[in-house]
């Protein structure tokens, strides 16, 4: 009976088979079922060819042999080639496969471990093309060899190089890989007395021929270098690359980058590249800043040496700089210790090197450089060859180049006043121009400076008065005005209202009532900020500036021989009426201690302010002014005073 087999869904029939007398069962399959199973073998021969071909590509080697009668197929890794290597080791595969795998299999085999990966050379085949190996396998000392391969100094990448060029196939040089290639090539001693055309050579030319002739493959070859760097130095390579940079840059400094201008009129003062040469720049130029600092270091070190341009060494080392400190620092916390000290061996390296000349960078790079030296804590000298940079330079520098934050304050915003005040110091030591508009300058830098920093209500009084009396002195060589300290006092008073009368004495001090033009002084008068003593002397001189206007006028328009004659008897008059006006002034400074005293005494607030108004009334009514300052210039007996008697 035909039948179906519910598990394979085949047909079943009973039929006689041929050349038999009995009956056998015959299983009869559907064509549909026979096409799908001849397309999956077809698609799985399709698959494993395409696989072996990519295996041939990426360098695998292949190899097949009968182990007790069942077929294996070996596969051997040796690193991916180009094309051409690809080809050739195609068309030898197959011919020298069986011998090359019997000889790894052989007595001959030796294992050696690159990092983590295993590799099976061929002892006879290494020791033909290494004098060392040869050496070793001469006295039979297979541990000396194991522990020579063991302690090579290359990476994975280089022992396979060595490896397939003692295989004989042909290996791919390039600039990162020539520097280890070499190092490696002469630890193991293949040069040219033990065998010819032997691998040592053959990178010393392409050396020679592809590297140091480009800027670009010079950098990318000692990139390559640095995990071997001792090695490199002892054979010259390091040198070899040196002098050449040295030559390409005494041609063209432009190698080193772009320089950075530094501009009078420039209002951010921070990097100006040139941008022409960036716009019409072909080719990708590699930059010394990408060298680790023990590379950087002497390269930068024997340029300086070979007089190549300083503006260009600078501009090179503030970017490395930028790459090394100021884009890795994203807050103090975060930075870790060995980052931190890396960091700090960054910065102390890049001031050494940095040219001292001026404007070869800008005040704000500058400054911004101190700055980091001073959060990464590095050496005094460090911090002192940056303050002296800037100073040099004091007369283009902005306000913000001199917030100089002062460690040990960690939520207040302080200043460092030392460093300021160190900074200032070697403006005025260095500063050897004949005009006098850099003082001009720095005089107006730190009254800006001074402003700005009054606006800040942390600021303690102590290091404000500090910052008032440098501006101050900065003022003293120049003719310049006291309005711009009078204003930062006054913004300081008011953003401090909690101040007792004897700080703002204290702070008014600072002022010098005499240099004060005559709008300040009529501000002055009605600012209810100032304490009583501050505004007793401003209108004292504005009583002196007074009387020396209305002299002074007195003299242009009546001169005469007669006035002459009697000049002495003017002079005395003026000289009595200055006394005068300091006794009047001291009897205000009494009267206004006699009110302090009510004050703390208890008394209530309505005659208080009642003694106050008595106070300025007798005040105005001896200093004869009125309650409106344009009452001042009302008609008075003219005097004939002689304009040295004067008081500015």
């Keep these: 009976m035909p039948g179906w087999d519910s598990r394979n869904k085949e047909r079943t029939d009973i039929r006689p088979s041929r050349?038999?007398?009995?009956?056998?069962?015959?299983?009869?399959?559907?064509r549909q079922m026979i096409d799908e199973k001849r397309c999956l073998f077809s698609s799985s021969i399709t698959a494993l060819t395409i696989f072996i071909q990519l295996l041939?590509?990426?360098?695998?080697?292949?190899?097949?042999?009968?182990d007790q009668g069942n077929p294996t197929v070996f596969l051997h890794c040796s690193g991916?080639?180009?094309?051409?290597?690809?080809?050739?080791?195609?068309?030898?595969?197959?011919?020298?496969?069986?011998?090359?795998?019997?000889?790894?299999?052989?007595?001959?085999?030796?294992?050696?471990?690159?990092?983590?990966?295993?590799?099976?050379?061929?002892?006879e085949l290494l020791a033909s093309k290494s004098a060392k190996v040869a050496a070793l396998l001469k006295e039979n000392s297979n541990a000396d060899l194991y522990c020579l391969l063991r302690d090579i100094p290359a990476d994975l990448e280089t022992f396979e190089l060595v490896a397939r060029f003692c295989h004989g196939y042909a290996i791919h040089m390039s600039s990162e890989n020539i520097v280890p290639l070499i190092c490696l090539s002469f630890h193991l001693g293949m040069d040219e007395n033990h065998c010819n055309n032997n691998l040592l050579s053959k990178a010393v030319t392409f050396f020679e021929q592809r590297v140091l002739p480009?800027?670009?493959?010079?950098?990318?070859?000692?990139?390559?270098?640095?995990?071997?760097?001792?090695?490199?130095?002892?054979?010259?390579l390091f040198d070899a690359c040196l002098h050449a940079m040295i030559a390409k840059a005494s041609d063209n400094p432009q190698h080193l980058g772009e320089r950075?201008?530094?501009?009078?009129?420039?209002?951010?003062?921070?990097?100006k590249p040139n941008a022409k040469r960036r716009l019409f720049a072909l080719d990708w130029q590699e930059d010394l800043t990408t060298l680790s600092l023990q590379l950087y270091e002497p390269i930068i070190y024997t340029m300086k040496q070979h007089e190549i341009p300083p503006e260009y060494i600078s501009a090179s080392i503030y970017r490395y700089a930028k790459k090394s400190i100021f884009c890795c620092s994203s807050g103090r916390e975060t930075v870790s210790i060995y980052k931190r000290r890396s960091q700090r061996n960054v910065i102390e390296t890049l001031e050494k090197l940095l040219p001292h000349g001026r404007e070869l960078l800008p005040c704000t790079l500058l400054s911004k450089m101190l700055r980091s030296a001073i959060e990464l804590e590095a050496s005094s000298g460090c911090r002192k060859g940056f303050e002296i940079r800037i100073g040099k330079q004091l007369d283009q520098a902005k306000v913000k180049d001199l917030s100089i934050p002062c460690q040990g304050y960690a939520k207040e915003v302080q200043y460092d006043i030392e460093c300021i005040r160190r900074i200032l110091k070697e403006f005025y030591d260095n500063y050897d121009s004949s005009d006098a508009l850099g003082f001009i300058k720095v005089t107006e830098l730190m009254e800006e400076f001074l402003a700005e920093v009054a606006c800040d209500a942390s600021l303690v009084i102590d290091t404000f008065i500090s910052l008032a009396e440098m501006s101050r002195a900065a003022a003293l060589g120049t003719k310049r005005n006291s309005d711009g300290i009078y204003r930062a006092i006054d913004v300081y008073l008011e953003k401090n209202a909690y101040l007792t009368d004897k700080e703002k004495e204290q702070i008014c001090k600072v002022l010098d009532f005499q240099k004060m033009s005559a709008k300040a002084c009529e501000h002055a008068t009605?600012?209810?900020?100032?304490?009583v003593r501050a505004v007793v002397q401003v209108l004292f001189m504005a009583q002196l500036q007074l009387q020396e206007t209305t002299a002074r006028a007195i003299y242009d328009d009546h001169k005469s021989?007669?006035?002459?004659?009697?000049e002495e008897e003017e002079e005395e008059e003026v000289r009595l009426e200055m006394e005068k006006m300091s006794i009047k002034v001291k009897e205000l400074e009494k009267d206004c201690h006699e009110m302090k005293k009510e004050i703390t005494n208890g008394s209530n607030r309505q005659r208080v302010n009642k003694g106050k108004q008595s106070l300025w009334s007798e005040m105005k009514r001896k200093f004869g002014c009125s309650t409106n300052m344009d009452d001042l210039h009302c008609p008075t007996k003219k005097k004939k005073v002689h304009p040295k008697w004067g008081i500015i």
């Design 80 to 123: 991916f080639h180009s094309k051409a290597e690809t080809d050739d080791m195609t068309e030898r595969q197959y011919a020298d496969a069986s011998s090359r795998m019997s000889k790894s299999a052989s007595s001959t085999g030796l294992e050696v471990h690159v990092g983590s990966m295993p590799f099976s050379l061929d002892k």
């Design 526 to 531: 009605k600012n209810e900020r100032l304490p």
């Design 260 to 271: 950075i201008i530094v501009s009078r009129n420039d209002g951010d003062g921070g990097e």
């Design 214 to 236: 480009s800027w670009n493959e010079i950098i990318k070859a000692l990139r390559s270098s640095e995990k071997s760097l001792q090695q490199t130095m002892q054979l010259g």
């Design 19 to 30: 050349g038999s007398s009995g009956f056998g069962i015959v299983r009869v399959i559907p």
């Design 561 to 566: 021989g007669k006035e002459y004659e009697e």
């Design 56 to 66: 041939l590509l990426c360098g695998v080697e292949l190899a097949c042999r009968t």
